[in-house]
Nanobody, 114 residues
Framework: QVQLVESGGGLVQPGGSLRLSCTASVNIFLFTAMGWYRQAPGKQRELVATITNTGYTNHADSVKGRFAISRDIVKNTMYLQMNTLKPEDTAVYSC????????WGKGTLVTVSS
Protein backbone atom coordinates (compact mmCIF):
# COMPACT_ATOMS: atom_id res chain seq x y z
CA GLN A 1 0.00 0.00 0.00
CA VAL A 2 1.31 3.43 -0.94
CA GLN A 3 1.99 5.77 1.95
CA LEU A 4 3.08 9.40 1.89
CA VAL A 5 4.53 10.90 5.05
CA GLU A 6 5.16 14.63 5.42
CA SER A 7 7.62 16.20 7.81
CA GLY A 8 9.33 19.52 8.43
CA GLY A 9 6.45 21.70 9.53
CA GLY A 10 6.56 23.93 12.57
CA LEU A 11 6.53 27.47 13.88
CA VAL A 12 8.65 30.05 12.10
CA GLN A 13 8.87 33.82 12.23
CA PRO A 14 7.90 35.96 9.24
CA GLY A 15 10.77 36.09 6.78
CA GLY A 16 12.05 32.71 7.88
CA SER A 17 12.46 29.45 5.99
CA LEU A 18 11.33 25.85 6.27
CA ARG A 19 11.82 22.77 4.14
CA LEU A 20 9.01 20.26 3.98
CA SER A 21 9.61 16.64 3.00
CA CYS A 22 7.22 14.04 1.64
CA THR A 23 8.57 10.50 1.68
CA ALA A 24 6.81 7.77 -0.26
CA SER A 25 6.78 4.06 0.55
CA VAL A 26 7.35 3.27 -3.14
CA ASN A 27 9.56 4.53 -5.95
CA ILE A 28 8.24 8.02 -6.71
CA PHE A 29 9.15 7.64 -10.36
CA LEU A 30 6.06 5.45 -10.60
CA PHE A 31 3.89 8.54 -10.16
CA THR A 32 3.04 10.75 -13.12
CA ALA A 33 3.22 13.78 -10.87
CA MET A 34 3.47 14.85 -7.26
CA GLY A 35 2.46 18.04 -5.56
CA TRP A 36 1.92 20.11 -2.47
CA TYR A 37 -1.42 21.55 -1.38
CA ARG A 38 -2.21 23.71 1.60
CA GLN A 39 -5.32 24.58 3.52
CA ALA A 40 -5.53 27.51 5.86
CA PRO A 41 -8.18 27.71 8.60
CA GLY A 42 -11.53 28.64 7.10
CA LYS A 43 -10.22 28.60 3.55
CA GLN A 44 -10.36 26.23 0.60
CA ARG A 45 -7.51 23.92 -0.22
CA GLU A 46 -4.99 25.56 -2.53
CA LEU A 47 -2.51 24.00 -4.93
CA VAL A 48 0.98 25.22 -4.07
CA ALA A 49 3.33 23.44 -6.46
CA THR A 50 3.64 20.38 -8.67
CA ILE A 51 6.43 18.34 -10.21
CA THR A 52 6.01 15.79 -12.99
CA ASN A 53 7.93 12.56 -13.41
CA THR A 54 9.98 14.33 -16.08
CA GLY A 55 10.94 17.02 -13.59
CA TYR A 56 8.74 19.82 -14.89
CA THR A 57 7.69 22.11 -12.06
CA ASN A 58 4.91 24.61 -11.58
CA HIS A 59 4.25 26.97 -8.70
CA ALA A 60 1.22 29.00 -7.67
CA ASP A 61 1.56 32.73 -8.26
CA SER A 62 1.27 33.36 -4.52
CA VAL A 63 4.52 31.45 -3.86
CA LYS A 64 6.57 32.02 -7.01
CA GLY A 65 10.04 33.24 -6.21
CA ARG A 66 9.70 32.15 -2.57
CA PHE A 67 8.92 28.42 -2.68
CA ALA A 68 10.62 25.69 -4.71
CA ILE A 69 9.48 22.14 -5.25
CA SER A 70 12.04 19.41 -5.90
CA ARG A 71 12.53 15.68 -5.54
CA ASP A 72 15.16 13.07 -4.79
CA ILE A 73 14.30 9.87 -6.65
CA VAL A 74 16.91 7.84 -4.78
CA LYS A 75 15.37 8.82 -1.45
CA ASN A 76 11.78 8.57 -2.77
CA THR A 77 11.23 12.03 -1.35
CA MET A 78 9.72 15.27 -2.58
CA TYR A 79 10.58 18.59 -1.00
CA LEU A 80 9.12 22.06 -0.68
CA GLN A 81 11.69 24.70 0.19
CA MET A 82 9.85 27.69 1.60
CA ASN A 83 11.67 31.01 1.97
CA THR A 84 10.57 34.50 2.97
CA LEU A 85 7.58 33.04 4.75
CA LYS A 86 4.58 35.26 5.45
CA PRO A 87 1.79 34.92 8.01
CA GLU A 88 -0.61 34.15 5.15
CA ASP A 89 1.45 31.01 4.40
CA THR A 90 0.15 29.51 7.63
CA ALA A 91 -1.68 26.31 6.74
CA VAL A 92 -1.64 22.55 6.83
CA TYR A 93 0.55 21.41 3.94
CA SER A 94 -0.21 18.05 2.36
CA CYS A 95 1.56 16.13 -0.35
CA UNK A 96 -0.15 14.19 -3.09
CA UNK A 97 0.97 11.71 -5.71
CA UNK A 98 -0.82 10.82 -8.93
CA UNK A 99 -0.74 7.20 -9.95
CA UNK A 100 -3.50 4.77 -10.79
CA UNK A 101 -5.27 6.63 -8.00
CA UNK A 102 -4.43 9.80 -6.11
CA UNK A 103 -2.56 9.33 -2.85
CA TRP A 104 -2.45 11.82 0.01
CA GLY A 105 -0.38 12.33 3.09
CA LYS A 106 -1.87 13.38 6.41
CA GLY A 107 -0.32 16.83 6.31
CA THR A 108 2.06 18.91 8.36
CA LEU A 109 1.24 22.23 10.01
CA VAL A 110 3.20 25.35 9.14
CA THR A 111 2.65 28.38 11.35
CA VAL A 112 4.22 31.70 10.45
CA SER A 113 3.98 34.07 13.36
CA SER A 114 6.08 36.39 15.46
Amino acid sequence: QVQLVESGGGLVQPGGSLRLSCTASVNIFLFTAMGWYRQAPGKQRELVATITNTGYTNHADSVKGRFAISRDIVKNTMYLQMNTLKPEDTAVYSCTANGSVDYWGKGTLVTVSS
